[in-house]
């Protein structure tokens, strides 16, 4: 088989009882939702009580990670390199904790969906890796339009300031 830049068939966040709390998928092998929700009822199902790492399930290579009440996971073809989706899923993991300031939970993630799924754009397009180092893509997905301290001037930190204050009053 030819190589290819298309290495990434799903990423995918369930929560504990094994729904989908985000993911995407890349390519048309579960082109229907009720597809793609059997599969995701037997990867879970297959990996809820595991403490692996690494699944092969229906001629896919599987990366996961769990913890607390979120379950990571990366999906490829068989002929994929394991140590690039570990990859992957490790930098989707070290981005959403970067994201969700240290908080992995369904509430948090589910509250933060929105820069979630930013993440997984930023990591991955239609399947291409596009990026792997999780500070990057958690500054890219940021929502504030913040200037780093040290690129602002004297004026620009007293009105940040004058604005901190006078919004700590208001309150």
């Not at 979120?70 to 394991?82: A, H, K, M, R």
């Not at 504030?144 to 009105?159: A, F, I, R, Y």
């Amino acid at each position: 088989m030819e190589p290819s830049l298309y290495t990434v068939k799903a990423i995918l966040i369930l929560d504990n009882d094994g729904i989908r709390l985000a993911g995407k998928y890349f390519d048309n092998q579960f082109s229907s939702i009720k597809e793609q929700m059997e599969f995701e009822k037997v990867l879970f199902s297959k990996t809820h009580k595991a403490n692996g790492e690494i699944i092969m399930l229906d001629n896919l290579t599987i990366v996961y990670r769990s913890i607390v009440d979120v379950f990571f996971y990366v999906i490829g073809s068989t002929n994929d390199n394991e140590i690039m989706l570990s990859s992957v899923l490790n930098c989707l993991y070290d981005s959403v904790n970067q994201i969700l300031r240290r908080n992995i939970e369904k509430k948090y993630l589910i509250d933060h969906l929105d820069a979630v799924l930013l993440a997984i754009d930023e990591i991955c397009d239609n399947g291409i890796l596009l990026e792997t180092d999780p500070s990057a893509i958690s500054q890219r997905v940021s929502l504030k339009d913040e200037v780093p301290l040290g690129e602002q001037t004297v004026m620009d930190v007293v009105k940040s300031a004058r604005d901190q204050l006078k919004w700590s009053i208001l309150r």
